[in-house]
């Protein structure tokens, strides 16, 4: 049996890894069109002249804004020493994400449109290095601004139906200039064949008769949107996050129904062209009354959450969103378990659901031991 695209894209990495070790350099793009020396830029610290922005919150990189000696402004990202996510995808979160750009930059040079995705002048694993102009006047993006939502939904399946799959579109990897919502980080973009399946899962190839677990909305929501919704929840109820996860699903509709005639021109498989369309017809259906709404997002939730806290946990890069998301799922276990009992087996029966409930309590306790966002 040939090996998964997890263990394809791994071994490629450490690969790359072991000829760095060996003096061998992954370059992208041409040293020419950078600001100044390299040796100037790998050197660059917190208090260097010319520094004027630190963002030290990434678990594989920090990113300084630098100025050069015309005003221009450049955002240099330096490469953790080791990575603060503690499995093999945060160890190779920054050769793959060299290895993604230029595979992206040839795909650009082809013609494609890759609106939305904010690609590197150059980049050395040598020197842990990637270069790009600074996003001038940069924020994280709003999770109720319907173009900022748009805008991510439309760069996540441009990505997709050209075979890149980015697992983590986080608010921390997002940046909206006021007129565009750029993604900054691809240290977790995968490659898969978009006319075969909507992910880089496994073989990439869509299981007979199945949907895909993930797509890209499903990843914009829990790497993002859920976290929003739940403090949206919190803040001002339940109905107030179902009405923007209503929004969403009205948006992800049309975005897929673009997407599967885009999969179709690319010559994509008929299960796969039907994926993306039934996606988008449950989207739909989710916008149609205020129980279907509320019923949809309690699945949403759910999943998103779930998969989030496993992701955390096994990256041992947990926060305080981390708690929070689990005492969601402990208390939609106990208010919600009729809703969800059909999505949940394990909220199907009593038994069932007091051994999720111990379960969620032991992760509360892993969840704690492992934080990231506290000294």
Request: net charge neutral; glycine share 8%.
């Amino acid at each position: 049996m040939a090996p998964g695209l997890d263990a394809q894209r791994l071994a490629e990495a450490r690969s790359w890894l072991a000829r760095a070790q060996a003096g061998e350099n992954l370059l992208l793009g041409d040293a020419r069109a950078l600001p100044a020396p390299v040796a100037q830029l790998a050197a660059l610290q917190d208090d260097s002249p010319g520094v004027k922005q630190v963002c030290d919150g990434g678990l594989t990189a920090v990113v300084r804004c630098w100025q050069d000696e015309q005003g221009r402004r450049w955002a240099i990202k330096q490469a953790r020493p080791q990575s603060r996510v503690r499995n093999a995808d945060g160890e190779t979160a920054f050769v793959n994400e060299l290895l993604r750009h230029g595979e992206l930059r040839a795909l650009q040079a082809q013609g494609a449109r890759l609106t939305g995705v904010h690609l590197p002048v150059w980049g050395s694993l040598r020197h842990g290095l990637l270069v790009s102009p600074w996003v001038a006047r940069a924020q994280p993006p709003s999770a109720t601004d319907p173009r900022m939502l748009t805008q991510v939904l439309n760069s996540g399946c441009a990505l997709a139906v050209n075979g890149f799959f980015d697992w983590d579109p986080s608010p921390g990897n997002l940046l909206d200039d006021g007129q565009q919502v750029w993604r900054f980080d691809l240290g977790y973009c995968y490659r898969f064949d978009a006319r075969l399946g909507l992910n880089s899962a496994g073989d990439g190839v869509l299981p007979a008769g199945q949907l895909p677990a993930h797509h890209v909305a499903e990843r914009i929501e829990t790497r993002w949107l859920s976290g929003a919704w739940l403090d949206l929840e919190q803040r001002r109820g339940l109905a107030a996050a179902v009405e923007a996860a209503r929004h969403f699903n009205a948006a992800v509709a049309q975005a897929y129904a673009h997407a599967a005639m885009a999969v179709v021109a690319k010559g994509g498989q008929a299960p796969v062209m039907n994926a993306w369309q039934q996606l988008a017809a449950q989207r739909a259906a989710a916008t149609r009354d205020d129980a279907a709404a509320k019923a949809f997002y309690l699945r949403q939730s759910w999943h998103a959450h779930w998969h989030d806290v496993q992701d955390d946990l096994s990256g041992r890069s947990c926060t305080a969103t981390t708690l929070a998301r689990l005492d969601w799922l402990r208390e939609a276990s106990l208010q919600q378990a009729e809703l969800l009992g059909t999505e949940v087996p394990a909220l199907c029966d009593e038994t069932s659901r007091q051994a999720l409930r111990a379960q969620l309590a032991q992760w509360v306790q892993e969840a704690s031991a492992c934080r990231v966002d506290r000294s």
